[in-house]
């Protein structure tokens, strides 16, 4: 059976709505679509226009459709694609993380519904607070913005007042999937924050890529 990653959030942003489905706007392609997030059992999350927020240590599927098969996950095409966001992490402080997951589903690897934890394989596309921001798709293949960034954009970049990304307020991210010519295989990972006009961009080139290749596709 073909897997594929579906889109997994987890926030540290307390709110205080009832569990729920709701839906939620994205673009794709270039098109608004509609998608439906859906909360664990015990998570609590609340969508207002195009943001949303999370209670700590909570997560969020995000699918297709309000059905709560697996098959029913949002699992967009992200072989020499990239995934867009805006993001605040101000409240977000050390010893937490706000993340954005790609998780493998299939038969055998769903959402787990007592605790809606993934017993399945992931690429971390993001997990950051204010005085930190990490990509993994495992542990030889991740990108560190804040500490892998010292030697390209000096001490202090991002962070609290940060000279590039201050992470007291709004930033933008996009994190790109880069693939051969052809589209066959993805062979690089390249995060950029952008704030105002300010940009940080890390990137690697990881081997273990191209065997997720047809996961992302």
Known sequence: MMKHFAIVALAAVPTFAQWQWS???????GRSMPTYLRTTPTSVFKVSGDEVQIENNKSVFMKKSND???SAMYKPSLLGGSVSYGMNVSDIDCGCVSGLYLVQTGADCNEDERTGTPSCPVIEVMQANKSGFNVSASSSCSLKIKEDGVA??????YGVNGSIINTNADFDVKTEFISDPDYISVFKLRTTLTQKTRTMMMEAECDELSSMSSTLD
Do not use: S, V
């Not at 839906?23 to 392609?29: E, M, N, P």
């Not at 390209?152 to 970049?157: D, F, I, L, N, P």
């Open 152 to 157: 390209k954009y000096g001490k202090g970049a």
């Open 23 to 29: 839906t939620f706007g994205i673009t794709q392609d």
């Open 68 to 70: 709560w098969e697996t």
